[in-house]
């Protein structure tokens, strides 16, 4: 191993866990895809691969046969042990020590915005996604989509080889037949998402130049195409907006989801969050912004708004007018508006204290318009954000967006209609997500059609060569998020599967078309090479030593820091025609108001967690229940409640929704917050041909999206199902399976929250939200002097709901997924959750997000209850759960006030059991549970020892923030935090002894050691808001005094 | 105790009429129509020696399918695991810790008869002691079952549940109620069983003694441990019987009050209530004899014993069950005054929610079934006419099977956080382990009939008019002529 570190050209260079990386390290090739040293290579059979000069290196082999006598011996299931040679190893290789992890810096490429990756793995096999701390846009936070990704790695459903009609072909002939089409083609189509990144988008240029008859087209089903051009007509230029909400005071949303999917979401939460994180130890209310939100349908960003007001998409572009003429001194548009819409006395005000506020933080104020909404409704946002002073200072300008602008579906079809002799899809899944029309005959007029992409789905299956991609941690690639920062995509594991990534396809295709290409040649068909080549030549240029700077970069996953450029000018004629045309467009009630009962307003969002269904082969994402319905698995039409009593409908119903003469049968759901007339639905499921996960879940509803409509908003009509659509129909009802029930906090203290007035008159206001008499501690307390005592506070006011932590802490501690029926009848395994409580109004209730896990009480009731000792206080204050004792009474459970704690009921992970490539996902740290045994939240324990085992070597303290839980980590709010009680200067203690903390259940005496910080809302004064009136025991609703006079009296 | 001469399995000749004077107090007679010491050995024992009936192979076969039911669906729980059942999260204990308690509360009756009703003299007890004891036996072997299948790893849990010395030093957790059910009921259990065998000794011997076949007579052998009748016998007999009726009633009240921390140590509204252990208790006493009842009416009906089980004995029976009722229903009322008066909201929510929630149809069956109809048994005809009281005493059985779901199920189903609130829907092996378990008791009581006789035989020739000598068995001086054959009317 020696020869090879010192011969080694290059390296993916690894983030250690501790900064103390050194530079100009002797380079690593333990990555595939790295051409090789010529002494190595000499040795192997070239000829064998069709990745001829990419192929593993013996180090990859070395850890896949480590890994794999890994699992055979412990894996699960397995008695036997495998009859195999494995070498061993006379020296370990430098930087692997077996069992302890290895970070990679990476990018996700996967999602729409290109966050950064800390990839961990553990004996050559990436086993967890967290976020890359440095990357601007996500600062080491991740979203559940990015932390699922590494199940669709070892998803066992991934195509696995090239084939041609159905039949396993070679890359060298899948490549011979697409060049020769390509040679002889004189129309060729190539098909990609919008995501591509600058070394992808120079490939796709030189290819277009090698291939004169070739035409690019972007397509992404879900976009911000009208917003985009709204800026590049009001802006004079191609770019794109980008909210600074650190900085806002006051956030206007209209219709736009920036804490949900509209956006990078992930750096929209962490600013906004830090808007409404109070300084434990002296809060001071005014350093809250507020939001108002309006918006159609109720969504995370609207669970978490100070003021929100339902309204329908339609009426939101003459609104933004209203505003901006109101805010330019002509009050009566808004005057008509609020008569054409009949708005409620409350909106009336709400709206009234939103003028004042934009007009009382010029500078520190912005809004945000959302991204289906039509094009002149942005240039209304562009107008009234120029009116209030954002640009500059709450918005700022990104010139070269990190995606493309993508083409209309129209013209997309317009082009396969005139037939194509090539159609290369790269990425892309029409067949499945096609918006409206005849999907199935797309490509009818195709000669060849050749489809690149993880899965046989629904788009492959359909094309005559179905090539198979790399998964994102087998990939090269690079991404530019932000202006003047560029960040690298490095594979962390050998391609399981006989996959190439596009790019590479790419290439290789061009160096075919046009041999004589100096810089292909260079790159000899590999792209890791190509890729290189041109960052040291570009990027990388005059950062000193070529390969040092490459290191370098790898290893920090990035390269060039962000620089914000200024705002362009707004071109206000532009914006004023534009705008004018989307409130005439759209200003007309719309016909609720009109005779038609069953017209409505449709507004579809790609799903919160399967995206575009881009993900739908993620089960994690599939069970992590919806941020406000807790639904799974499925899909629904929500309406408001009064809708449904209308329509005579209730969860579960029938309905059928049309639009152009297309019909849609969806489950309806009743979703409190939903504006009446209005009804919302997300994209993402109903896939077809997607691997087993996804297939049959929920509906397809790209058809509503319609073929001329660019955003996803519909005039359509919506009715129950007539008594003989029923009876056609197979089940009467739909079973949609939601993970809580009961929405009501039954006037309970246990989402505490307070307003930002009350916090002002009386600094201890939480505290007086409930009284508890003094507590009796009748046995004696543990001792926990002698070393530390972890606990947990968490900050409602910054926890926007968007259950990332859920995920993160899934995929750490190897939660199974158990599918909708056992959801059904509530067996869901997370030991993490979301809890949502509605208050006050039922039209537009005022919601309130809690994240609820093992408290580790103390006193824990499921502790002496456990007839056999399987759960047992450590003596550093975890309530520790001994899997390997538990006969499984299920007493703990019951007697756990939170409910945290969760039961195999069935063998769950051997009943999803399909291949042993999904073995290699599991955590090797943390125990794969089996069935009759009780698990829950353990704090991450195998996090806080492998801390504190390695500073304890080194004769160092466990310094606070050392160790964090999976959901700490990955949390984009940095709600979450983790730390040692008996540290008066950890950040734990400090929130715990705030003025804002309380315990949830504290009157039961069962002493937990997880805080929480009351959620603060900052409703404007002016707004008479019903019960945020403080003082004792007014907590919530009328019932909320009795609540806090009984605990008084009684306890428990 | 008085048995010297009634109890010898070889009496001969006809006792004649000494019974006491006439007196407007005297109760009524025990056994009633001509009875003798023969006819008695004749009669109880008749099942045993007779060739099965018809109707006994009817009935086994259909209890016995039943039983295998059970079985059935035994073996797929063990094989499948606890998601076969209904429970989830929030409701990790459904309908196998309510079968649990429901068949340790039958098992109540048994040594409530044999033990209390002994202590205290009422001999009226002999007719329905012996099988009642037998029902104990038999509904404890059923309630055994649950607690095991009802773990989610029964492999282990049957013997990691006992305080058994291993090399880890790991011991079970005394702070358990599970684990002090672990030792009430197997105390109970076993105390129950060896009172019933001890009371069974000097029947065995008759039936030795009048057993034709060699093999007959020799099991019946074995299993009479030699018993001779003798005096020396009757007397050890008598003492042990004596001391297990004083082991034995400390454990009917400890067993179920036991059974009532596994709730009431919670922290559980709904179950953490101080007034079970008096309460459970009660019920559990409630339940026996209305199982009793059930199942003695079709006894004494198809073993021809009307006239030793006599319509006195079910009037006795229902006046225990009318009051121990009244004793439930104060424990329903005192539970809803509680959570008023004690403000707890948490609390005061669990009651509403039993009474109005969406187990309100289980909450309002139990009232009804166990308060609200037995309150017909006020009217003596009732009491002492099959048709009518039949109906209330199965009546009572659904009620408490209803009181125990009432308190597992909607206690659980919501508790403190409402986000983790659900509902509880059983499925068909949750069904088919119920009816299962049924259908082993009655297979169990079914060969229990068959095999021993279902009325002690020694004990009711003692309480047969006139079987009483005029002494006391101390010697303690003249028993007034008019009381011998009343109950409690000797010495002991």
Request: aromatic content about 8%; overall charge neutral; proline content about 6%.
């Given at each position: 191993?020696?020869s ?5 050209d290059d ?8 900064e103390?990386?050194?530079p ?10 790295l051409?090789?040293?010529e002494?190595?290579a000499a040795?192997?059979?070239a000829?064998?691969?069709?990745n001829a000069?990419?192929t593993?290196?013996?180090r990859?082999v070395?850890?896949l046969m ?5 699992l055979?011996?412990g894996?699960?299931g397995c008695?036997r042990?495998p009859y ?8 370990s290789?430098e930087?692997?020590?077996p ?5 990679y810096?990476?990018?996700w490429?996967?999602g729409a915005?290109p966050?950064g ?5 553990l004996d ?5 996604i967290?976020?890359?701390p440095d990357h601007p846009?996500n ?5 559940a989509a990015?932390l ?10 991934r195509l696995?080889g ?5 039949k396993?072909?070679n ?6 037949a697409?060049?020769?089409a390509l ?8 098909l990609?998402?919008a995501?591509l990144?600058p070394?992808e ?7 277009l130049?090698?291939c ?23 802006y004079g230029?191609d770019?794109?907006?980008?909210p600074?909400?650190s900085?806002?005071k006051?956030i206007?949303?209209l219709d736009?989801d ?6 990078a979401?992930?750096?929209?939460i962490g600013?906004?969050?830090a808007?409404?994180?109070l300084d434990p130890?002296a809060?001071?209310?005014?350093a809250?912004?507020r939001l108002?939100v309006?918006?159609s349908?109720m969504t995370?960003?609207g669970s978490?708004?100070d003021?929100r007001i339902?309204l329908k998409?339609?009426?939101i572009?003459p609104?933004a007018?209203?505003l901006?003429?109101?805010?330019a001194g002509?009050e009566?548009p808004l005057?008509a508006?609020?008569d054409?819409?009949?708005?409620s006395?409350?909106?009336q005000?709400i709206l009234?204290?939103?003028?004042k ?7 520190r ?7 289906h909404l039509p094009?002149g409704?942005?240039?209304s946002?562009?107008?009234l954000?120029?009116e209030?002073?954002a640009p500059g200072?709450?918005l700022?300008?990104?010139?070269a967006?990190a995606?493309?602008p993508?083409d209309a579906p129209?013209?997309?079809?317009a082009a ?5 002799d090539v159609?290369v ?10 918006p409206?029309?005849?999907?199935d005959?797309l490509f009818a007029?195709?000669?060849?059609t050749v489809?690149?992409?993880l899965?046989?789905d ?14 994102n941690l087998e990939s090269?690639n ?7 920062l560029t960040?690298?995509?490095?594979p ?6 006989d996959?190439r990534q596009?790019?590479e396809?790419?290439l290789?295709?061009?160096s075919a078309?046009?041999?004589?290409d100096e810089?292909?040649k260079k790159?000899?068909g590999?792209?890791?090479d ?7 030549n ?5 950062a ?16 060039g820091?962000?620089a ?6 707004l071109r206000?004629n ?8 989307g409130?005439a467009g ?5 016909a609720t ?5 069953n017209a409505?307003?449709l507004?579809?969002q ?5 995206w575009d ?7 994690w994402?599939?069970e992590?229940?919806?941020?406000v319905s807790r639904?799974?698995w499925?899909?629904?039409a929500s ?5 449904a009593e209308r ?5 579960g119903d029938?309905v ?7 019909v ?5 759901l009743?979703?409190p917050?939903v ?7 997300t994209?993402?499921?109903?896939r077809?041909a997607s ?7 929920g509906f397809?509803v790209?058809?509503?999206l319609?073929a ?6 519909a005039?359509v009509?919506?009715r129950a199902?007539?008594?003989?659509e029923?009876e056609?129909q197979?089940a ?7 993970t ?8 309970r ?9 009350d916090?002002a ?6 505290k007086?939200?409930f009284?508890i008499?003094e507590l009796k501690?009748?046995d004696?307390d ?6 530390p005592k972890?606990?947990?506070?968490i900050d ?7 259950g990332?932590c ?7 501690n190897?939660i199974p997924?158990v599918?909708?029926e056992?959801?059904?009848v509530?067996?869901e395994?997370h030991?993490i959750r979301?809890d949502r409580y ?7 209730p005022r919601?309130?997000q ?9 006193n824990?009731p499921?502790e002496?209850?456990?007839?056999v000792n399987?759960?047992a206080?450590s003596?550093?204050g ?5 899997y390997n004792?538990?006969?499984g009474t ?13 039961f ?12 042993t490539v999904q073995?290699l996902?599991?955590n090797p740290?943390?125990t794969?549970?089996?069935r ?6 353990t704090f991450?324990?195998?996090r806080i020892?492998e801390?504190k085992?390695k500073?304890k ?9 050392a ?7 990955a949390c984009?709010?940095?709600?979450i935090?983790?730390g ?12 715990g002894g705030?003025n804002?903390?309380y315990k949830v259940l ?7 050691n997880?805080a929480?910080?009351?959620r603060?809302?900052?409703?404007h004064p ?7 009136g ?5 907590g919530?609703?009328s019932?909320?005094?009795d ?5 008084g009296k009684?306890?428990? | 105790?008085?048995r010297?001469g009634?109890?010898s399995t070889t009496t001969?000749?006809t ?15 025990l056994?009633?129509?001509?009875a ?5 050995d ?5 099942p045993a020696?007779?060739f099965?009936t018809?109707?006994?192979?009817m009935a ?6 039943l039983?295998?039911?059970?079985l059935f669906?035994?073996?797929y729980t063990v094989?499948r695991?606890?998601?076969t ?8 204990w ?5 079968n ?11 040594t ?6 002994f202590l205290l003299r009422?001999r009226?007890r002999t007719a329905?002691?012996r099988f009642?004891?037998a ?8 309630a ?5 299948i009802?773990t989610?790893r ?5 013997y990691?549940?006992?305080p058994?010395p291993n090399?880890?030093?790991i ?5 358990s109620?599970?684990l002090?059910?672990v030792?009430a ?6 105390v129950?069983v ?11 011997a008759?039936l030795?003694d009048?057993?034709?076949?060699p093999v007959r007579?020799l099991?019946y052998?074995?299993?009479s ?6 005096n020396r016998a009757?007397s ?6 004596l001391?297990?009726a004083g082991l034995s009633t400390?454990?009917?009240?400890s067993?179920?009050?036991v059974?009532?921390f596994?709730f009431a140590v ?6 953490h209530t101080?007034v079970?252990p ?5 019920g559990a006493i409630f339940s ?8 003695i009416v079709f ?5 021809h014993l ?7 004995h079910?009037d006795?029976?229902?006046r225990?069950i009318i ?11 005192i539970e ?7 403000g707890v909201v948490?609390?005061?929510f669990?009651?509403?929610?039993r009474?109005f929630g969406?187990?309100a ?5 139990m009232?009804s079934?166990?308060v609200?109809?037995?309150q017909l ?5 009732v ?6 009281l039949?109906p209330i ?6 009620g408490?099977?209803f009181?125990r779901f ?12 409402p986000s983790s609130w659900d509902h509880f829907?059983?499925t068909w092996?949750?069904?088919g382990?119920?009816?299962g378990?049924?259908?082993?008791f ?10 021993l006789?279902?009325?002690s ?8 008019p006139?079987?009483?000598?005029k002494?006391?068995?101390h010697?303690?001086g003249h028993?007034p002529?008019?009381?011998p054959t009343g ?6």
């Amino acid at each position: 191993m020696n020869s090879l570190s010192a011969g080694a050209d290059d390296g993916a260079a690894r983030e250690q866990e501790s900064e103390s990386a050194r530079p100009g390290l002797p380079s690593r090739d333990d990555v595939a895809g790295l051409p090789v040293p010529e002494a190595t290579a000499a040795g192997r059979s070239a000829a064998a691969h069709p990745n001829a000069s990419c192929t593993t290196t013996r180090r990859d082999v070395l850890k896949l046969m480590a890994a794999s006598a890994i699992l055979a011996v412990g894996g699960p299931g397995c008695d036997r042990k495998p009859y195999r040679q494995i070498v061993g190893m006379h020296e370990s290789p430098e930087y692997q020590h077996p069992g302890a992890a290895l970070y990679y810096a990476s990018t996700w490429t996967d999602g729409a915005v290109p966050y950064g990756m800390k990839i961990k793995t553990l004996d050559g096999r990436p086993i967890k996604i967290e976020g890359l701390p440095d990357h601007p846009l996500n600062r080491g936070t991740a979203s559940a989509a990015m932390l699922g990704s590494i199940l669709s790695l070892y998803d066992p459903e991934r195509l696995r080889g090239p084939r041609r009609e159905g039949k396993e072909i070679n890359w060298e002939e899948a490549d011979s037949a697409v060049t020769d089409a390509l040679r002889r083609a004189s129309s060729v189509l190539l098909l990609t998402r919008a995501t591509l990144g600058p070394s992808e988008r120079a490939i796709v240029e030189r290819f277009l130049a090698a291939c004169p008859a070739a035409r690019h087209m972007v397509y992404e089903p879900l976009n911000d195409a009208p917003r985009r051009s709204a800026w590049r007509t009001v802006y004079g230029a191609d770019g794109e907006v980008w909210p600074r909400l650190s900085r806002a005071k006051v956030i206007v949303s209209l219709d736009a989801d920036f804490l949900g999917v509209d956006g990078a979401v992930l750096d929209q939460i962490g600013d906004f969050a830090a808007t409404r994180r109070l300084d434990p130890a002296a809060p001071d209310p005014k350093a809250l912004s507020r939001l108002y939100v309006i918006e159609s349908g109720m969504t995370v960003t609207g669970s978490n708004a100070d003021h929100r007001i339902p309204l329908k998409p339609s009426a939101i572009g003459p609104l933004a007018e209203a505003l901006r003429a109101a805010l330019a001194g002509n009050e009566q548009p808004l005057a008509a508006f609020r008569d054409a819409h009949r708005l409620s006395t409350e909106a009336q005000e709400i709206l009234g204290a939103l003028l004042k506020d934009l007009r009382a933080h010029e500078g520190r104020a912005v809004v945000l318009g959302g991204a289906h909404l039509p094009e002149g409704v942005h240039a209304s946002v562009a107008l009234l954000n120029q009116e209030i002073g954002a640009p500059g200072k709450t918005l700022a300008w990104n010139p070269a967006p990190a995606t493309l602008p993508v083409d209309a579906p129209e013209e997309i079809a317009a082009a396969l209609a005139k037939g194509v002799d090539v159609l290369v899809t790269l990425g892309v899944n029409p067949i499945y997500d096609w918006p409206g029309g005849d999907r199935d005959g797309l490509f009818a007029k195709a000669d060849l059609t050749v489809g690149h992409g993880l899965h046989l789905d629904e788009t492959l299956a359909a094309c005559t060569l179905a090539l198979p991609s790399c998964h994102n941690l087998e990939s090269w690639n690079d991404r530019a998020p932000l202006p003047g920062l560029t960040t690298l995509c490095q594979p962390v594991i050998a391609p399981l599967f006989d996959s190439r990534q596009e790019a590479e396809s790419l290439l290789r295709w061009t160096s075919a078309l046009a041999p004589e290409d100096e810089e292909l040649k260079k790159a000899a068909g590999c792209w890791h090479d190509y890729l290189k080549n041109r960052w040291q030549n570009g990027t990388l240029a005059g950062a000193g030593e070529p390969q040092l700077a490459w290191e370098a970069a790898l290893r920090k996953g990035m390269a060039g820091s962000a620089a914000i450029p200024a705002f362009p000018a707004l071109r206000r004629n532009e914006a004023e025609q534009l705008a004018a045309i989307g409130a005439a467009g759209s200003g007309a009630p719309s016909a609720t108001h009109g005779t038609d009962a069953n017209a409505f307003e449709l507004a579809i969002q790609p799903h919160h967690a399967l995206w575009d269904g881009r993900f739908a082969s993620i089960g994690w994402l599939h069970e992590l229940p919806d941020p406000v319905s807790r639904l799974v698995w499925d899909n629904a039409a929500s309406i408001a409640p009064a809708t449904a009593e209308r329509l005579g409908v209730t969860e579960g119903d029938w309905v059928a929704l049309e639009h152009a003469g297309r019909v849609l049968r969806l489950p309806a759901l009743v979703q409190p917050g939903v504006a009446d007339g209005v009804v919302t639905t997300t994209l993402g499921h109903g896939r077809s041909a997607s691997p087993v996960v996804g297939t049959g879940r929920g509906f397809n509803v790209a058809a509503l999206l319609g073929a001329g409509i660019t955003g996803h908003l519909a005039q359509v009509t919506l009715r129950a199902l007539t008594p003989a659509e029923r009876e056609a129909q197979e089940a009467p009802r739909f079973q949609l399976v939601r993970t809580q029930k009961a929405f009501s906090q039954q006037g309970r203290p246990i989402v505490i929250h307070a307003s930002a007035k009350d916090l002002a008159t009386d600094p201890a206001c939480v505290k007086h939200r409930f009284h508890i008499p003094e507590l009796k501690q009748l046995d004696n307390d543990w001792d926990y002097s002698g070393g530390p005592k972890w606990g947990m506070a968490i900050d409602l006011g910054a926890c926007v709901g968007c259950g990332a932590c859920v995920t993160a802490c899934q995929a750490e501690n190897n939660i199974p997924i158990v599918g909708k029926e056992e959801c059904a009848v509530g067996r869901e395994m997370h030991w993490i959750r979301i809890d949502r409580y509605d208050e006050g109004d039922g039209a537009n209730p005022r919601v309130h997000q809690q994240p609820m896990l093992c408290q580790h009480c103390d006193n824990a009731p499921c502790e002496s209850v456990c007839p056999v000792n399987a759960t047992a206080h450590s003596h550093e204050g975890l309530n520790e759960q001994v899997y390997n004792r538990c006969v499984g009474t299920r007493y703990c459970a019951n007697n756990c006030p939170y409910k945290v704690r969760r039961f195999n009921f069935y063998n769950y992970t051997k009943r999803l059991h399909k291949d042993t490539v999904q073995e290699l996902a599991y955590n090797p740290q943390v125990t794969v549970r089996s069935r009759g045994v009780m698990e829950k939240c353990t704090f991450c324990v195998q996090r806080i020892n492998e801390v504190k085992f390695k500073l304890k070597n080194e004769g160092r303290e466990v310094p606070d923030g050392a160790i964090q839980p999976a959901c700490q980590q990955a949390c984009p709010a940095g709600a979450i935090v983790f730390g040692n009680l008996n540290d008066p200067e950890s950040r734990v203690v400090r929130m715990g002894g705030s003025n804002l903390a309380y315990k949830v259940l504290e009157e039961l005496n069962v002493r937990p050691n997880v805080a929480y910080l009351a959620r603060i809302a900052n409703p404007h004064p002016d707004v008479h808001v019903e019960d945020y009136g403080g003082g004792h025991g007014h907590g919530g609703g009328s019932s909320d005094a009795d609540a806090a006079d009984e605990h008084g009296k009684g306890g428990h | 105790m008085s048995r010297d001469g009634a109890a010898s399995t070889t009496t001969t000749g006809t006792i004649t009429g000494t019974a006491a004077a006439a007196s407007t107090l005297t109760p009524p007679p025990l056994v009633t129509g001509k009875a003798d010491f023969q006819s008695l050995d004749r009669d109880i024992n008749r099942p045993a020696e007779s060739f099965p009936t018809h109707r006994w192979w009817m009935a086994i076969s259909v209890t016995g399918t039943l039983a295998g039911v059970f079985l059935f669906c035994f073996a797929y729980t063990v094989a499948r695991g606890i998601g076969t059942w209904g429970n989830n999260n929030p409701v990790g204990w459904g309908w196998a810790i309510t079968n649990f308690v429901f068949w340790i509360g039958i098992g109540h009756a048994g040594t409530l008869i044999s033990a209390i009703l002994f202590l205290l003299r009422q001999r009226w007890r002999t007719a329905i002691a012996r099988f009642a004891e037998a029902m104990t036996v038999f509904a404890v072997i059923c309630a055994l079952q649950f607690p095991l299948i009802h773990t989610g790893r029964p492999w282990l849990a049957f013997y990691w549940l006992l305080p058994l010395p291993n090399a880890n030093n790991i011991w079970v957790n005394f702070r358990s109620p599970l684990l002090w059910d672990v030792f009430a009921v197997s105390t109970y259990g076993l105390v129950s069983v060896m009172f019933w065998y001890t009371g069974l000794l000097p029947d065995l011997a008759t039936l030795r003694d009048r057993a034709k076949h060699p093999v007959r007579k020799l099991i019946y052998g074995i299993l009479s441990l030699g018993w001779s009748g003798s005096n020396r016998a009757w007397s050890h007999y008598e003492k042990a019987y004596l001391l297990f009726a004083g082991l034995s009633t400390p454990l009917v009240l400890s067993v179920h009050s036991v059974v009532s921390f596994d709730f009431a140590v919670s922290v559980i509204p709904g179950w953490h209530t101080t007034v079970f252990p008096p309460y459970f208790v009660a019920g559990a006493i409630f339940s026996g004899f209305a199982m009793v009842a059930t199942l003695i009416v079709f006894m004494r009906k198809f073993f021809h014993l009307e006239h030793i089980v006599t319509k006195e004995h079910l009037d006795l029976m229902n006046r225990i069950i009318i009051a121990t009722s009244l004793m439930v229903g104060y424990a329903y009322l005192i539970e809803f005054f509680i959570a008023w008066y004690g403000g707890v909201v948490y609390e005061r929510f669990a009651f509403i929610n039993r009474a109005f929630g969406p187990y309100a149809w289980a909450y309002w069956t139990m009232v009804s079934c166990n308060v609200i109809f037995p309150q017909l048994l006020w009217i003596r005809k009732v009491r002492r006419t099959v048709g009518l009281l039949y109906p209330i005493v199965i009546l009572v059985n659904v009620g408490m099977w209803f009181e125990r779901f009432v308190i597992v199920v909607t206690s659980l189903h919501r508790d403190y956080l409402p986000s983790s609130w659900d509902h509880f829907t059983p499925t068909w092996v949750d069904a088919g382990l119920f009816v299962g378990s049924i259908g082993l008791f009655l297979t169990l009581i079914l060969l229990f009939c068959r095999f021993l006789p279902a009325v002690s035989v020694a004990e009711t020739k003692a309480v047969l008019p006139g079987s009483h000598p005029k002494h006391h068995h101390h010697g303690q001086g003249h028993a007034p002529a008019a009381t011998p054959t009343g109950p409690g009317g000797t010495g002991g």
